[in-house]
Each structure stands twice: as C-alpha cells, then as structure tokens.
C-alpha cells in the first residue's frame, strides 16, 4: 500500500520536512528514488534532456558504489542529487545510531544537503538530528509508477490532474516504466517546468 498524497495530518505535525516548494514560476520538482539503476537511469536521462527538464535523483549509496558512472552523468547532466540513504532502512524499525550510520556511509559518496527517508518513515528523533545537516525532501505526489497493477494511462491522469506548481513529484529510478514516463513526460513539461532541487535555496 502506499499514499498517492500524503495525508495533510503529516504535513501538519512535520512541517519542517519539505512538502512543496511553492513558487511564482511554476516551476515542479521531479525526483526519481532508489537509484542509479543500468536498466533506467540511462534512458530516464535521455527523456528528460529532450525536453530540456531538471530533476533530483535521490541515490542510495550503495548502488552509488555500484555504478559510479551512472551517479557522474546525473551530476554532469546538470541534475540534482539527493542521499536516500546507503542501504534503504526504514526509519521505523532501525534503531537511531544504526540509520544515522547508514545515511553518514551513503553521504561520503552522494555528498548533497538533501535527505530523503526511504519508504518515508522518519521519527521525530531522527528528524530532530538529521534536520541539522539535511533538508528533509518528502513529496506532495507519489506516483504509483512501480505498481504492476496500476493502469498506466490512469495513473498518468491522475498525475497530471494533480501537479502544480511547486509539486514535489516521486519516481522510482528502478522501476519506473518507460511506457508510463514517455506518456507522462511532455504532458508535465508542456505546462510546467521540471526543475531539480540543486538550484533551490529551501528556507530563506
Ligand atoms: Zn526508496
């Protein structure tokens, strides 16, 4: 299960997490969770380039590691990166000096200001630290792109219908599938801007 928006009660106890990113420019903030991936991140970077788009690929450190060429073309592509984390735990169930260390390991090789929690589960104690070091990225519109259930077309609707400006919008750089990203794409870029967070002073 997961949360195609997340319930405003979240936002309303949490709001020094990054929801939305309001602006007067229309500007929308793709971002693509769990990679790089061989399989998808090399055409995800051809689609977006096409259209002259900008997005946040929140990395995880481990395939970082894994593919470093992949983590340099993001970066030389003009994208933003982001730490998810070094293995993918879940804030939930880790125990605080176990999850501070994975995401300190991931940080040595993504080196970004901006955290955001795998699966979305933080606690309020892991907020409190992190908070310190990290913008904490959630999203305001989760795509759905990795259910093998989900219609593709639908979904695509659905997305349109709800992106704004300022939108945070999640894609996952493993799973997403091509067919869905190539329908969804221009019909985001047409009326709005895809911008990545790395040009974005947060806060201030
Ligand atoms: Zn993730």
């Avoid at 309001?22 to 055409?43: A, I, Q, R, Y």
Wanted: net charge positive; charged share 30%; with cysteine.
């Amino acid at each position: 299960m997961y949360f195609t928006r997340p319930p405003w009660i979240l936002r309303k106890l949490f709001p020094e997490l990054i929801w939305t990113i309001p602006n007067e420019e229309n500007k929308v903030f793709l971002t693509f969770d769990d990679g790089p991936d061989p399989e998808v991140t090399p055409w995800v970077l051809d689609m977006i380039g096409k259209y002259d788009a900008k997005a946040t690929f929140f990395c995880l450190g481990r395939n970082v590691e894994k593919y470093p060429e992949l983590f340099k073309r993001i970066k030389d592509e003009g994208h933003g990166v982001g730490n998810h984390s070094y293995s993918h735990l879940d804030g939930w169930r880790t125990r605080n000096r176990e999850y501070f260390a994975d995401i300190e390991r991931a940080d040595r090789l993504i080196g970004s200001p901006f955290f955001r929690p795998p699966y979305g589960r933080i606690t309020p104690s892991q907020i409190k630290v992190l908070k310190k070091k990290y913008k904490i990225v959630m999203w305001d519109l989760l795509t759905g792109d990795f259910d093998p259930k989900a219609s593709l077309k639908k979904c695509a609707r659905r997305i349109e219908k709800f992106t704004k400006s300022g939108s945070v919008v999640v894609f996952h750089d493993n799973r997403i599938q091509r067919e869905f990203f190539e329908y969804l794409l221009p019909n985001i870029s047409v009326k709005l801007k895809a911008r990545s967070l790395v040009n974005l002073t947060i806060g201030e």
